[in-house]
Nanobody
């Protein structure tokens, strides 16, 4: 079993920063892709940032230049540094990790974090 625990959310004012963390634990052999998604009220969940095992990153247009995704492979943890936050960044943020737990073809799947609220408001 694999468990993901997110932390670092909260209420901030526009222009401020937050750093989200997503720590995975359990029977983990490796983690390939780590993603951050978000879902605002009455909107679909959207991909915000992604990072491969090799460190290649990608961002949604709304996140480019303001958000930075990173990872610590030794800690099985993904991070999302969010700067210059805007009210439109308000959402529940979810991490999604592609985890391999064994050597079989069915031993690799995606796991979701529990979600963490980020509210940007003055």
């Amino acid at each position: 079993q694999v468990q993901l625990v997110e932390s670092g959310g909260g209420l901030v004012q526009p222009g401020e920063s937050l750093r989200l963390s997503c720590a995975a634990s359990g029977s983990i052999l490796s983690i390939s892709v780590m993603d951050w998604y978000r879902q605002a009220p009455e909107k679909q969940r959207e991909l915000v940032a992604t990072i491969t095992s090799g460190g290649n990153t990608g961002y949604a247009d709304s996140a480019k230049g303001r958000f930075t995704i990173s990872r610590d492979n030794a800690k099985n943890t993904a991070y999302l540094q969010m700067n210059s936050l805007r009210p439109e960044d308000t959402a529940v943020y979810y991490c999604n990790l592609h985890v391999r737990t064994g050597w079989g073809p069915r031993d690799e799947r995606n796991y979701w974090g529990q979600g963490i609220q980020v509210t940007v408001s003055s």
